[in-house]
C-alpha cells in the first residue's frame, strides 16, 4: 500500500523554465511534509518542508504548495537550472505521539531533468 | 557539513559474509536512528527505527535475525546484514533524529553505503 505517491517517473524542463513536481498521499495522520534531493549513491539532501497548517512554503527558488483536502502537494523551482537536475522525493510523517511519530514514509522519486 | 556519517560508503564481499554498517551523528545526541533500504530506481523504504539503549523495532517484511541492529550510544548505531546473499545487494541509507523535534530536518540522512554480494 503506497501510501505516498509521485505518479510521474520523470520530468525534463527548460532551464529558466519552472519545475513542477506533484506527490499524493492517502494516510490523514500525516501532517509534515518534505521534499528531498538526491543524487545517485548518496544520501538525500533536505530542500523545503511544511506543515499541515500552512498551504504555501517559500525558499528562495523552492516552493511547496499543500492541498489538504486534495491530499496533494506540489514542488515548484523557479527558475530551473541544469544543476536541479536530480531525482526529488516527497516524503511525509506523523508529528503526533505514537509509533509512527517522525517516521518518513517516501514517494517513489521523480526525475527531473534540467535542458540547458 | 555532514551531521550524519556513514561507514563504510561501499563494501564488496562475498556471499556468506556478515557486513557491519556505522552510522554516527557528529554534532548532536541522536535518540533515534532509522535504516533505509533504497532498490535501483525505486523509494527508500524503511526497514527498522533504532532506539538507544532499546530493541529496534522492524518494519513488517524485515527479516530481524538478517538485519541486526545495535544503538548502543547516543551517536552510534550499527547495522549487521548476517550472512548476507546477493539478493541483499542494494543501497543502504541511514538518517538521525534529534532528541527534540525540529521542524525544519526531522531526519539527518547519511551516505549510504552501496552493499555488492558476490
Known amino acids: 500500500d503506497q501510501q505516498v505517491k509521485q505518479n510521474s517517473p520523470s520530468l525534463s524542463v527548460q532551464e529558466g523554465r519552472i519545475s513542477i513536481l506533484n506527490c499524493d498521499y492517502t494516510?490523514?495522520?500525516?501532517?509534515?511534509f518534505l521534499w528531498y534531493k538526491k543524487y545517485p549513491a548518496e544520501g538525500p539532501t533536505f530542500l523545503i518542508s511544511?506543515?499541515?497548517?500552512?498551504d504555501k512554503n517559500e525558499d528562495g527558488r523552492f516552493t511547496v504548495f499543500l492541498n489538504k483536502s486534495a491530499k496533494h502537494l506540489s514542488l515548484h523551482i523557479v527558475p530551473s537550472q541544469p544543476g536541479d537536475s536530480a531525482v526529488y522525493f516527497c516524503a511525509a510523517t506523523p508529528t503526533a505521539g505514537g509509533t509512527s511519530y517522525g517516521k518518513l514514509t517516501f514517494g517513489q522519486g521523480t526525475i527531473l531533468t534540467v535542458h540547458p | 557539513g555532514a551531521v550524519v556519517s556513514q561507514h563504510p560508503s561501499w563494501v564488496i564481499c562475498k556471499s556468506g559474509t556478515s557486513v557491519k554498517i556505522e552510522c554516527r551523528s557528529l554534532d548532536f545526541q541522536a535518540t533515534t536512528m532509522f535504516w533505509y533500504r533504497q532498490f535501483p530506481k525505486q523509494s527508500l523504504m524503511l526497514m527498522a527505527t533504532s532506539n538507544e539503549g532499546s530493541k529496534a523495532t522492524y518494519e513488517q517484511g524485515v527479516e530481524k535475525d538478517k538485519f541486526l541492529i545495535n544503538h548502543a550510544s547516543l551517536t552510534l548505531s550499527t547495522l549487521t546484514v548476517t550472512s548476507a546473499h546477493p539478493e541483499d545487494s542494494s543501497f543502504y541509507i541511514c538518517s538521525a533524529r534529534r532528541a527534540a523535534w525540529d521542524s525544519n530536518q526531522p531526519q539527518h540522512f547519511g551516505d549510504g553505503t552501496r552493499l555488492s554480494i558476490l
Open positions: 511544511i506543515s499541515s497548517i500552512k
Open positions: 494516510n490523514s495522520m500525516f501532517d509534515y
